[in-house]
């Protein structure tokens, strides 16, 4: 195992840790709403704090590469935010966009060039990519050093096995939203839509680390409706605006929308917000959500990559260290 795996949090640290919870009750006829902007709010500035103090030690701010191959609404919506985010705690943010018809080969070109720049801390690559370009020959390319959002084998072994090392940013956020709101997961029946190696495989991974009961569900599961009426938390990531409705929700049950679909100019999760907030107990907005806090535990784990990797040349420069 690395130095950096070992080093990167498999929760999301003191940052996290300072950020209080509501503890308000919803009323009959109001979910509660779970919402990751104030959470997320009180990481970013802690992780200012953080970055200023990692830059005058070191000398630079460290830079975030995000790799977006062709075009995607939702992506687009998504990169925006981050880059947003790393303005506002003082991260350096590179877009590097890639058109659609690229070659494979000259995709794991660009990845290798942000793996070999020193200034890089973090690479991050935007899904869904292009049809042509293999998912798993893009991802084995990535440094697992500067795999910040948990998708290298390296990384996803880690997870599997229960060891500390990246994780999934947006997977790790849907589970400590409902952490970080006081939502009790050990020994509750939690069903997740969608089986993404990103998302709905990662979230299920934490939710049994949580002592959750967890069920997967996905585009052949017969009779959705009746796994997710059995939910007492429910959490959605299947990619489809509207795709859970309120007659497929457990009266009182906590749901989690990862969704993030552009219909029109709107911005819609994967739950049917109207129809749901009648039923469930707590639920959270999209957007407002999920997505913020997913932005700042993304760089939580950028600063602990951006550590190691300065550490880890400090003692190589350091009098009598061999570089082996």
Same mark, same amino acid.
């Given at each position: 195992?690395?130095?950096?795996a070992r080093s990167a949090p498999h929760s999301i640290g003191s940052a996290v840790a300072?950020?209080?919870?509501?503890?308000?009750?919803?009323?009959?006829?109001?979910?509660?709403?779970?919402?990751?902007?104030?959470?997320?709010?009180?990481?970013?500035?802690?992780?200012?704090?953080?970055?200023?103090?990692?830059?005058?030690?070191?000398?630079?701010?460290?830079?975030?590469?995000?790799?977006?191959?062709?075009?995607?609404?939702?992506?687009?919506?998504?990169?925006?935010?981050?880059?947003?985010?790393?303005?506002?705690?003082?991260?350096?943010?590179?877009?590097?966009?890639?058109?659609?018809?690229?070659?494979?080969?000259?995709?794991?070109? @660009?990845? %290798?060039? $942000?793996?070999?720049?020193?200034?890089? =801390? /973090?690479? #991050?690559?935007?899904?869904? +990519?292009?049809?042509?370009?293999?998912?798993?020959?893009?991802?084995?390319?990535?440094?697992?050093?500067?795999?910040?959002?948990?998708?290298?084998?390296?990384?996803?072994?880690?997870?599997?096995?229960?060891?500390?090392?990246?994780?999934?940013?947006?997977?790790?956020?849907?589970?400590?939203?409902?952490?970080?709101?006081?939502?009790?997961?050990?020994?509750?029946?939690?069903?997740?839509?969608?089986?993404?190696?990103?998302?709905?495989?990662?979230?299920?991974?934490?939710?049994?680390?949580?002592?959750?009961?967890?069920?997967?569900?996905?585009?052949?599961?017969?009779?959705?409706?009746?796994?997710?009426? @059995?939910? %007492?938390? $429910?959490?959605?990531?299947?990619?489809? =605006? /509207?795709? #859970?409705?309120?007659?497929? +929700?457990?009266?009182?049950?906590?749901?989690?929308?990862v969704g993030i679909n552009v219909v029109g100019d709107t911005l819609l999760g994967d739950?049917?917000?109207?129809?749901?907030?009648?039923?469930?107990?707590?639920?959270?907005?999209?957007?407002?959500?999920?997505?913020?806090?997913?932005?700042?535990?993304?760089?939580?784990?950028?600063?602990?990559?951006?550590?190691?990797?300065?550490?880890?040349?400090?003692?190589?420069?350091?009098?009598?260290?061999?570089?082996?």
């Amino acid at each position: 195992m690395s130095a950096d795996a070992r080093s990167a949090p498999h929760s999301i640290g003191s940052a996290v840790a300072s950020a209080s919870s509501t503890t308000s009750s919803p009323s009959a006829a109001e979910p509660r709403l779970l919402a990751g902007s104030p959470i997320a709010a009180e990481i970013r500035a802690g992780l200012s704090r953080d970055f200023a103090a990692f830059k005058e030690r070191h000398g630079y701010a460290p830079t975030l590469a995000i790799v977006l191959v062709g075009a995607d609404a939702p992506s687009a919506v998504y990169l925006q935010q981050i880059l947003r985010t790393c303005a506002k705690v003082g991260v350096l943010g590179r877009l590097v966009e890639i058109g659609s018809d690229v070659t494979p080969d000259a995709v794991c070109t @660009e990845i %290798e060039k $942000l793996n070999d720049d020193p200034a890089v =801390a /973090g690479i #991050i690559v935007q899904m869904p +990519l292009p049809a042509h370009i293999p998912l798993a020959t893009v991802i084995d390319s990535i440094d697992p050093a500067k795999d910040i959002d948990g998708i290298h084998p390296r990384n996803a072994g880690l997870l599997a096995l229960g060891y500390d090392g990246f994780l999934p940013a947006t997977a790790q956020a849907s589970v400590e939203i409902l952490k970080r709101s006081g939502i009790e997961i050990a020994g509750k029946r939690v069903v997740v839509v969608g089986r993404s190696n990103v998302v709905g495989k990662p979230a299920s991974l934490l939710l049994l680390r949580e002592h959750g009961t967890v069920t997967i569900c996905h585009s052949k599961t017969r009779d959705l409706s009746r796994q997710t009426r @059995e939910a %007492e938390i $429910l959490i959605v990531a299947a990619g489809k =605006a /509207g795709l #859970i409705t309120g007659d497929m +929700l457990s009266p009182g049950a906590v749901v989690v929308d990862v969704g993030i679909n552009v219909v029109g100019d709107t911005l819609l999760g994967d739950v049917d917000f109207e129809s749901a907030r009648g039923v469930v107990s707590a639920i959270t907005p999209v957007p407002g959500g999920v997505g913020p806090l997913t932005n700042a535990i993304l760089l939580t784990h950028l600063l602990a990559a951006a550590t190691a990797q300065a550490e880890r040349a400090t003692a190589k420069r350091a009098p009598g260290t061999r570089d082996d």
